[in-house]
């Protein structure tokens, strides 16, 4: 699997002590799970998270929980969406795809 295989690699980096700790970026419990199996000790995932977006909370928080693996919240208050200052404004142009 591909992401076995660039794990594989930093682990390499690790041992000649190019890099201390490993950790992923937007990683499911499926993969975190699937590295703990192969002996690989993450320390931290990088995932999607806000008060709208709780998937997260589905098995992910218990699997890293279990395996030592520190959750790292991406966007937990929707880049901004949720500050007043959006509130009754027009949708941001850069956000208009069909431009």
């Known amino acids: 699997c591909r992401l076995m295989d660039a794990i594989g690699i930093h682990q390499k980096l690790q041992r000649r002590g190019f890099i201390e700790h ?20 993450l320390r931290s995932n990088l ?8 998937r997260a909370e589905n098995s992910l928080v218990s699997v890293a929980k279990s395996s030592g693996v520190s959750l790292l919240l991406e966007s937990p208050s929707c880049e901004g969406w949720l500050d007043e200052r959006w509130f009754g404004s027009p949708r941001p142009d850069y956000l208009d795809l069909t431009k």
């Open 47 to 54: 995932i999607p998270y806000s008060i709208l977006d709780r």
């Open 22 to 41: 490993l950790g992923g970026i937007h990683m499911d419990s499926k993969q975190i799970e699937a590295c703990i199996g192969e002996g690989i000790q």
